[in-house]
């Protein structure tokens, strides 16, 4: 090996790009092998010795140094060379570039990239970050580490969604970097790729902010001829309160509007508040405010009020107000063992989602719902005891009726089955009434049933309409196996309920029979029914195996499970209870009296006790089949596969021989079962009346009207099978690309499945609804659903047949169409609800394209808006309103 230069020292053999054998290349290896190990390591990835360190720190700036192809030290000139995958660390100032050169004489480090021989590309490009700084790429830097100032050509770095790349950087301070011909963006692509952006020609940036001089803005590199003489750009590292910018446009009902402007208020780390308004030339208003919390491994949650007043008549008409809150708050679980909070709640009046233009006009799924449910709950679990509680409220609106339903508060006080008869220091086999059980549950609630919204605030409605009660349950059980197939099960359950109020009916005097509704009073006063029934059961199993000797099909299994049981309640309807009472009208010449029979519990929230007498036999039968295949032959592991035919497949019914008459039950029927490797799941299910049912004439009103009258005759009898009275069908499944090829799953970091902090907040921002986040790398997914609904009372049929497709497909890369639409198989119509979405990934800007082509609905929207959540209000839309349409009122 020929002798180094003077002035140079080669640091070592094993670094550099060629790699020597330790066989071949013995003698070689040893006669450059270092005196001391110690110092030939510290010198490969330092540059200096240990003793070096002490004896002059300010000419070795490194604390850490390394190159995977080769490097060496100008000893006369203090400089280091380091090539391929350098890395330098000195003090808090980090450093990777595919070269880097150390000039400690002039405390200067200079990096850049190489030009890979293969791909001709620009590889390698430094990436340097100091202190708390986010990392800073760049084509090429030179930095002084002393005064801390340096130059940086083509740099990009990002900060709270903005983006800066290409022209110079100087760093004046370390507050302060000069700026000369970069771009502000909100594209992550740095120069030249970046798709859109402000061009700052001279600019001075500090840590919060950005002051240039001209700036111009650049669309795929051409330059717009929109720039201002001087600027100021806001560049934060934290949330900062600041005015909403409003959108402009025209309504055809309501007129010219502000859209959406407001203020953002961040209160402090756990805590901002956004509160917008929209205003309309035609009097009409919105208002929104909402407030999002957050304190990490306690809990989280958002609240929202809202309010409208919309004018769609004539000037004066009253406007339309309508309000409405939603809140949702969870806790971590591990914040307070044994304890859970949780809130979801959404109230407000029933035309609130028609209503409030700026908030749900294309919310198809908020726009066509029936219902409102609202639930607040708090659980309590005592540890080392078998009790716990639930303390809730909730509430319930029915959208079309206009009712609302509240329950302030309902709570229960639960007991776990315990066996009392055993002992927890039991060591030997259960005796048999050591497994015998019982449990105990309480429940009690304030309730407000199907109160109109205009009557829910009036003073009278919680005084004079609220209903109160507790019930409890005692449930005991016994359960063993004997003859060593059977399992036997017995036991009772025992039910009290308590209410503070009670009904009488009665008849005014003068009432014709049949034409007059009696008269509903509540009575006050404490009143109780209790009721109990006792049941025993046996079961077993029955395996049966039909063996193939040809073929892949080994085996074909079926499981049946057939249930007997025995019921017993007594009659609680006998006056000696006094749970049902008979209102009776006088008797008046044409007109004979009329009676009625009712239950005094039967406006109560948790009713009362049923007539009827039941003591009888219950049969139920359960059916699976599946069958066993080979294994694959690229199958390693020789394990038989196991394939489901049938699932399940159940009968049952229920003789009761306490009845008069019609004593067999109707024979239900269910089954379910997956097919295509389970991709799509099929149930079915049905009711068979076992007796003969016959139609009779009669005339009401001048017409002749059919009736069904059913006998106590089983249809078996006259040769008949029983009548299918009801048949309902189900299939649903869900295919995509990788359904029939599939893939190990890659880690992509736009999945819902992969999202970051980042991407979580600015998922939030755009509402919050998983289903607006779209995945293109899914090249295609169809949903499926297909329901058919029969019904049979002889003189009348009616079916149902609609099927609902959904899914999306990717026309290319940055392409994709949403669909949603029910289609009707007996009327041959597609659902008014039909929509389409188009969404194109512009990258650092979103396109979306949303038409519901017919019906009620009828409207599209056309949106482009940036990605980046902190400029989230940029955007531009174009959009025909639903209520524009003529059938809307």
Not at 231 to 256: A, M, V, Y
Not at 610 to 628: C, H, M, R, W
């Amino acid at each position: 090996m020929a002798a180094p230069r003077a002035g140079y020292a080669i640091l070592s053999a094993k670094d550099t790009i060629i790699k020597l054998d330790s066989v071949r290349d013995k003698k070689l290896l040893k006669a450059i092998k270092p005196k001391s190990p110690a110092k030939a390591a510290t010198a490969t990835t330092t540059g200096y010795t240990q003793s070096d360190t002490s004896k002059n720190a300010k000419e070795q700036p490194m604390t850490h140094a390394t190159a995977v192809d080769s490097s060496y030290f100008d000893q006369d000139n203090k400089i280091y060379y380091l090539w391929g995958k350098a890395h330098v660390v000195y003090q808090d100032f980090e450093l990777d570039a595919e070269y880097i050169r150390v000039d400690q004489k002039n405390h200067l480090i200079f990096a850049r990239g190489a030009i890979d021989p293969k791909t001709k590309r620009y590889v390698g490009r430094p990436l340097a970050k100091s202190k708390q700084e986010k990392p800073v790429a760049s084509d090429s830097l030179l930095f002084n580490y002393e005064s801390k100032k340096g130059k940086t050509w083509n740099p990009a770095t990002e900060q709270e969604g903005n983006y800066i790349s290409g022209g110079e950087a100087k760093r004046i301070s370390e507050d302060e970097v000069a700026y000369r011909n970069v771009i502000f963006s909100t594209c992550d692509l740095p120069f030249p790729d970046t798709h859109f952006g402000i061009v700052i020609t001279q600019g001075i940036g500090q840590k919060n902010r950005i002051i240039s001089k001209l700036a111009y803005l650049e669309i795929e590199g051409v330059p717009l001829p929109l720039g201002l003489p001087f600027g100021f750009f806001p560049k934060p590292n934290s949330r900062t309160s600041g005015f909403i910018l409003p959108t402009f446009g025209e309504d055809q009902r309501l007129g010219f509007y502000l859209r959406n402007f407001g203020y953002y208020v961040a209160l402090n780390e756990y805590v901002d508040v956004t509160t917008m308004g929209t205003l309309y030339s035609r009097g009409s208003y919105e208002l929104n405010s909402s407030a999002r919390y957050l304190k990490k491994y306690k809990y989280g949650g958002n609240l929202m009020l809202s309010y409208g007043s919309h004018n769609y008549g004539l000037p004066g008409d009253p406007p339309r107000k309508d309000f409405n809150i939603t809140w949702s708050h969870s806790q971590d679980p591990n914040a307070n063992p044994g304890t859970t909070f949780s809130a979801s709640v959404n109230a407000g009046t029933s035309s609130y989602y028609q209503n409030q233009r700026s908030q749900n006009n294309y919310n198809l799924q908020s726009l066509t719902q029936n219902n409102l449910r609202s639930s607040i709950s708090y659980g309590k679990i005592w540890a080392g005891t078998p009790f716990n509680l639930n303390v809730s409220l909730g509430h319930s609106q029915d959208l079309s009726k206009k009712t609302v339903t509240l329950e302030l508060p309902t709570f229960s006080f639960n007991m776990s089955t315990l066996s009392p008869f055993d002992s927890k220091d039991r060591v030997t086999e259960q005796k048999w009434f050591q497994k015998i059980t019982v449990g105990y549950s309480l429940v009690g609630t304030n309730k407000l049933t199907d109160v109109p919204e205009a009557e829910l605030f009036k003073s009278n409605t919680f005084s004079k309409k609220l209903q109160n009660g507790f019930q409890h349950t005692v449930p005991i059980g016994f359960n063993t196996n004997f003859l060593r197939y059977f399992q036997f099960s017995t036991g009772g359950t025992y039910t009290e309920r308590w209410y503070l109020q009670s009904i009488r009916r009665r008849f005014e005097r003068g009432s014709i029979a049949g034409q007059v509704i009696p008269i509903t009073d509540t009575v006050g006063g404490f009143v109780r029914n209790g009721e109990y029934s006792l049941n025993a059961s046996i079961a077993t199993k029955f395996y049966g195996e039909f063996d193939f000797k040809k073929g892949s099909l080994k085996a074909i299994r079926h499981v049946t499970t057939p249930s007997l049981s025995f019921g017993f309640r007594p009659d609680f309807g006998d006056p000696s209870y006094g749970y049902y009472k008979t209102a009776v009208s006088p008797a008046s010449v044409p007109y004979p009296y009329t009676a009625q029979r009712y239950s005094i519990f039967e406006q109560s929230v948790y009713g009362g006790p049923s007539p009827g007498k039941q003591a009888g036999v219950g049969f139920s039968l359960d059916n699976t089949i599946e069958a066993k295949v080979k294994a694959r032959s690229t199958d390693t592991s020789g394990v038989d596969r196991k394939i489901p035919i049938l699932q399940g497949l159940t009968f049952s019914t229920f003789y009761n021989f306490a009845a008069d008459s019609l004593k067999l039950q109707a024979i239900a029927f269910s089954g379910h079962t997956a097919v295509f490797n389970q991709k799509v799941n099929i149930n079915f299910g049905g009711i068979l009346d076992p007796y003969v049912n016959r139609v009779r004439d009669s005339i009401a009103g001048g017409r002749v009207l059919n009736y069904v009258n059913r006998i106590n005759r089983y249809s078996f009898q006259d040769g008949k099978f029983p009548l299918l009275s009801s048949f309902n069908f189900s299939a649903s499944g869900s295919l995509n690309s990788t359904s029939f090829k599939p893939k190990p799953r890659q880690q992509y970091n736009n999945t819902l499945q992969n999202l970051t902090s980042e991407q979580t907040q600015q998922l939030n921002l755009i509402g919050g609804d998983a289903s607006q986040y779209i995945d293109f790398n899914i090249p295609w997914n169809v949903s499926i659903n297909y329901s058919f609904n029969y019904q049979n009372n002889i003189i009348n049929t009616t079916k149902t047949n609609t099927m609902m497709i959904s899914g999306d497909v990717s026309l290319t890369k940055k392409w994709k169409i949403q669909y949603n639409t029910t289609y009707d198989l007996n009327a041959r119509q597609l659902s008014s609800a039909t929509s389409f979405a188009i969404y194109r990934d512009l990258h650092c800007w979103d396109m979306s394209i949303q038409w519901l082509p017919f019906g009620y609905y009828k409207s599209y929207n056309v949106t482009i808006k940036v990605k980046a959540s902190i400029l989230q209000d940029l955007k531009l839309s174009k959009r025909s309103d639903y209520t524009n349409n003529q059938s809307f009122n």
